[in-house]
T-cell receptor, first 111, second 112 residues
Framework: GENVEQHPSTLSVQEGDSAVIKCTYSDSASNYFPWYKQELGKGPQLIIDIRSNVGEKKDQRIAVTLNKTAKHFSLHITETQPEDSAVYFCAALFRVNDMRFGAGTRLTVKP | KAGVTQTPRYLIKTRGQQVTLSCSPISGHRSVSWYQQTPGQGLQFLFEYFSETQRNKGNFPGRFSGRQFSNSRSEMNVSTLELGDSALYLC???????????FGSGTQLSVL
């Protein structure tokens, strides 16, 4: 079936280091790939997204890359800070109004 | 602009009961989606509504149902609750196309 796989499930980095989270998706027709950050007690919040006609997108310390041929996309966070600690979810829009999410990555940034 | 509002924030029910959760989307947003979040299964898609019509449905039993009103507010109902229904239920709204989802803080349902 349609699914999104996300790795790793947990990631611990030192403050100032980079963090990379990777996802693969199954449906080659998917054309929209958002990333969400969820802090404790809150709902997921959209932090960056990319469409299939773009290979890379950057917003300050956050960047997303997409390899449509290989059906995988990645989130890159540079110069990590303690406030980056959260659970991150990748997602793919499989068809109109059907967003499927990865299982999440718990990122811990150690001061 | 107010965000997505979900009520109640916490709910405790017993097996066999039913429950109704409410979601008020961002003003102007016409699409409302519901997700179930559990530690083991992550975010699972329940269903999506647009202009009072269900456009999409995930793989959940018929005990899970929803509806949307003319003001775009949405409710979801779970009948004959089971222990496994304990989860955080998240509502998300978007303008029309279900792409940029804005989530509420969720309703934490515990079934005893």
């Amino acid at each position: 079936g349609e699914n999104v796989e996300q790795h790793p499930s947990t990631l611990s980095v030192q403050e100032g280091d980079s963090a990379v989270i990777k996802c693969t998706y199954s449906d080659s027709a998917s054309n929209y790939f958002p990333w969400y950050k969820q802090e404790l007690g809150k709902g997921p919040q959209l932090i960056i997204d990319i469409r299939s006609n773009v290979g890379e997108k950057k917003d300050q310390r956050i960047a997303v890359t997409l390899n449509k041929t290989a059906k995988h996309f990645s989130l890159h966070i540079t110069e990590t800070q303690p406030e980056d600690s959260a659970v991150y979810f990748c997602a793919a829009l499989f068809r109109v109004n059907d967003m499927r999410f990865g299982a999440g990555t718990r990122l811990t940034v150690k001061p | 602009k107010a965000g997505v509002t979900q009520t109640p924030r916490y709910l405790i029910k017993t097996r066999g009961q039913q429950v109704t959760l409410s979601c008020s989307p961002i003003s102007g947003h016409r699409s409302v989606s519901w997700y179930q979040q559990t530690p083991g299964q992550g975010l699972q898609f329940l269903f999506e509504y647009f202009s009072e019509t269900q456009r999409n449905k995930g793989n959940f039993p018929g005990r899970f149902s929803g509806r949307q009103f003319s003001n775009s507010r949405s409710e979801m109902n779970v009948s004959t609750l089971e222990l496994g229904d304990s989860a955080l239920y998240l509502c998300a709204s978007s303008f029309t196309d279900g792409e940029k989802l804005f989530f509420g803080s969720g309703t934490q349902l515990s079934v005893l």
